[in-house]
């Protein structure tokens, strides 16, 4: 799908499951590997398998990128506890740790999918954060989240429950990209559309994800959830990420041609599951990517998250 960046950061005014044999039951389908069944509330419609890791790696850079080399925008001041909520591969946590020695970071997420020689002061736990969290509360300095749309249910809750984590004075950073697209004129693609096969595809994989209970609009409603939680001073920032290295800015075009490439990495394990599940076939699904990846080479998309 397309990328684009929306951070959102304020400040303060579950069952962590041991990494046993189940953790590691991997499901299949489509030719691609999920998470363990064990999480019965925890699914997540992405894969986990080499080629995924791959591309969530591709788009740590990216989000690097935007934020001009920094692994978050919140002013900390030399945190203690840190917890990277999704942590896919592990990638931010250990960068992370590397630029903080004197933190401790915990990463978390359903697939055991991490490397095992890591900073001494990383680790990383097996969880399913749908459920009751059960760090101490007051607990963390930071709490940062990143390209979480869809993994979620109930969102108030788990924004409620970071708020009820984070230490006084302490941060929660949320930063994703939108699933929207615009044309460069600022044209916002909305619906089947045979010129622009990007804006079918989002149409129906949104609304798969939507039926799926677990929306891929939520970014435009972090900072709100943030606020009721009882967050304060809320900041939201957005950038704008080109798919295509279309800018003459050169910063941008280096942004756009490798947003191009996670976009094409993206198209079809977004789709796959989500739109089997609704009755498609693979065959059709491969059918529309290809028509996206094609429509990609020769129109300036762009997008907001």
């Known amino acids: 799908m397309g990328g684009g960046l929306q951070t959102s950061i304020s ?3 579950s069952s962590t499951t041991s990494v046993a044999s189940s953790v590691f039951s991997f499901t299949y389908a489509n030719g691609r590997r999920y998470h363990s069944d064990r999480f019965h509330k925890a699914s997540y419609f992405m894969p986990n398998d080499e080629k ?7 788009f740590h850079h990216l989000f690097l990128s935007l934020l001009g080399g920094r692994l978050c925008t919140a002013p ?8 990277d909520v999704g942590t896919g591969t592990g990638i931010w946590a250990i960068d992370f740790a590397d630029e903080h020695p004197q933190a401790e970071v915990i990463g978390t997420d359903v697939s055991p999918i991490q490397p095992n020689w890591v900073p ?10 749908e459920e009751e969290w059960t760090y101490p509360d007051n607990y963390f300095d930071f709490i940062h989240m990143r390209s979480m749309s869809g993994s979620f249910i109930d969102w108030d809750r788990v924004i409620e429950q970071a708020y009820r984590k984070t230490a006084p004075g302490g941060y929660l950073e949320y930063q994703d990209y939108g699933c929207e697209m615009y044309l460069l004129d600022g044209t916002l693609l909305q619906g089947e559309s045979e010129e622009h096969p990007i804006s079918t595809y989002i149409h ?8 799926h209970g677990r929306p891929l609009t939520v970014a435009p409603t972090i900072k709100a959830r943030m606020e009721r939680a009882g967050f304060v001073d809320c900041v939201a920032r957005r950038a704008i990420w080109p798919v295509g290295p279309w800018p003459k800015d050169k910063q941008l075009k280096e942004i756009g041609k490798w947003g191009l490439l996670g976009a094409l990495d993206s198209l079809l394990p977004f789709a796959i599951h989500l739109l089997t599940r609704e009755g498609w076939l693979v065959k059709d699904i491969e059918e529309l990517c290809d028509k996206v990846a094609k429509s990609y080479a020769k129109n300036y998309y762009y997008t907001y998250g």
């Open 11 to 13: 400040g303060l005014s």
């Open 52 to 58: 995924e890791q791959d591309r969530l790696d591709l």
């Open 76 to 83: 900390l001041d030399n945190p203690h506890r840190v917890l």
């Open 120 to 129: 001494p002061n990383v680790q990383f736990e097996v969880e399913d954060m």
């Open 204 to 211: 129906h994989v949104a609304t798969a994800a939507e039926k």
